[in-house]
């Protein structure tokens, strides 16, 4: 039985890390970022440089494929933000009941300043104060009555 796994948390929260070490090859990852940064590569512009004019055909792109791993029935990694129990019902209404829901929350760091320290460190992906504490504000942890059947915990690395 396939599974959609959703990672929840604000930027700089470690949700690529743990993606880097835990899909595999078999995976979709749906990734708005990441076709960013293929049409940046391909400009040869950083994702900053390009997020504003191309995140609409980078979440077309991201969209269409998703389509294509749901009916290939492949296993489907989220790694977006995810803040809102909304935007997770939205994303998830696109699958089958036969897919499995889990969702992984990353905590954001205690401290604002070493947060904004891990944002510095991401070179070309800068994130306004203002709208890392919007974020912060707007996020609504997962739990199994959004119908997951598993939420795992992966705690700050302060």
Known sequence: MP????LVGVPATGKS???SLS???????YSTDDVVEEIAAALGKTYEEVWADSIKEATKIANAR???AIKAKKNIVSDRTNL?????AKFLAQFPKSYKRKAVLFEAPRSLDQHLARIAARPGKNIPTN???S???????PTLEEGFE???FIGSWD
Not at 3 to 6: W, Y
Not at 23 to 29: I, W
């Open 23 to 29: 899909v595999t090859a078999d995976d979709f990852v």
């Open 84 to 88: 809102t129990v909304n935007t997770r």
């Open 150 to 152: 598993s939420v795992k």
């Open 131 to 133: 709208i890392l504490m």
């Open 66 to 68: 998703l389509a294509d």
């Open 135 to 141: 974020m912060l504000k707007d996020l609504e942890e």
């Open 3 to 6: 599974s959609v796994t959703l």
């Open 17 to 19: 890390t743990w993606r």
